[in-house]
């Protein structure tokens, strides 16, 4: 599809052995959209079963993908721009046969940070080994994603203990923690403010073994030489799964995803930690929520 090439439907095809991809939606130039693939069978096509860029309101729904050659399902690259509201992409109803050869395969693949995003409903993994969500991290997951646990006083930060941390939190590092307005759009209350370098506040989540987990918190720095950072460790803080940081004067959700795989013998517990990781100033905290994406 070249230009705007809107409105098509794909109603029971078969598409197997292509050098390309079985679908390819990708718009040179424009927008895309409306199009429907209902239905069908996508095998072994050498760069994935359906490829999306510059498509608004694009519906896959009960298609059954075979991975054998452990390329992706759906491909999403590009973006529609701020016009159109995201998701852009719905997959619904599909059924995946994965790879006998290894997890290469994914089921939904986001190419890049400008990839177009989507929302997906039960999809099921047939046989076999595939990536189904951990590759669409920007993407929702509309049945299958759920509070995954509770944050011991993370939404609204209500109480600052005799310690300085709040209640449900260990205090770490040198600096103060207080109180101040909630820095999160959708929580009123109050956020922790963290001051200094290197203090922290981090408490104990346990998740299954299976999950892909989505951690999110809303954070903004009161001044240049603060930098709010959210990290996830093991046990014993030896080993830091990974960080997301931002310097940002103003509320931004800082948001990261940890694969049963990232973690230390795919254990079901790890450290969720919030920090001022800069020079001084605060770092403000709060509206944190722990997802489960996979199941």
């Not at 209902?38 to 359906?50: F, L, Q, R, V």
């Not at 995003?117 to 080994?129: H, M, V």
């Not at 109180?179 to 998740?207: C, D, E, K, M, W």
């Not at 795919?266 to 450290?271: Q, V, W």
Request: with cysteine; aromatic share 8%.
């Amino acid at each position: 599809m070249r230009g705007n090439n809107e409105v098509n439907i794909f109603h029971a095809c078969t598409n197997e052995l292509s050098n390309g991809y079985g679908y390819d939606l990708g718009v040179g130039s424009g927008s895309g959209g409306f199009t429907i693939i209902d239905a069908g069978y996508c095998e072994h096509n050498a760069k994935g079963g359906i490829f999306i860029s510059n498509n608004q309101k694009t519906k896959i729904r009960d298609v059954y993908f075979n991975l054998q050659n452990r390329s992706s399902a759906i491909v999403l690259g590009g973006t529609v721009g701020p016009n159109y509201s995201n998701p852009s992409v719905s997959v619904e109803g599909c059924r995946v046969l994965g790879s006998a050869s290894g997890s290469a395969s994914k089921f939904i693949e986001e190419l890049g940070p400008s990839s177009i995003n989507c929302q997906y409903a039960d999809n099921t993994l047939e046989d076999n080994a595939c990536n189904m969500y951990g590759t669409a991290q920007k993407s929702i997951n509309l049945r299958r994603k759920g509070r995954l646990c509770h944050i011991v006083n993370a939404r609204s930060i209500t109480q600052i203990g005799a310690s300085g941390a709040p209640d449900g939190w260990t205090l770490g590092g040198q600096g103060n923690v207080s109180l101040v307005a909630s820095v999160s759009p959708y929580v009123s209350g109050f956020a922790a403010s963290i001051s200094n370098s290197n203090r922290l506040i981090f408490q104990r989540i346990t998740a299954p073994a299976s999950s892909l987990v989505r951690v999110t918190v809303w954070a903004r720095c009161s001044g240049s030489q603060a930098r709010a950072s959210l990290q996830v460790w093991s046990l014993g803080f030896d080993k830091q799964y990974k960080a997301v940081s931002s310097s940002s004067a103003a509320s931004v959700p800082l948001e990261l995803h940890l694969t049963p795989s990232e973690r230390s013998n795919s254990g079901t517990a790890f450290l969720l930690v919030l920090m001022n990781a800069g020079f001084g100033d605060e770092a403000q905290f709060n509206d944190v929520e722990i997802e489960d994406m996979s199941a």
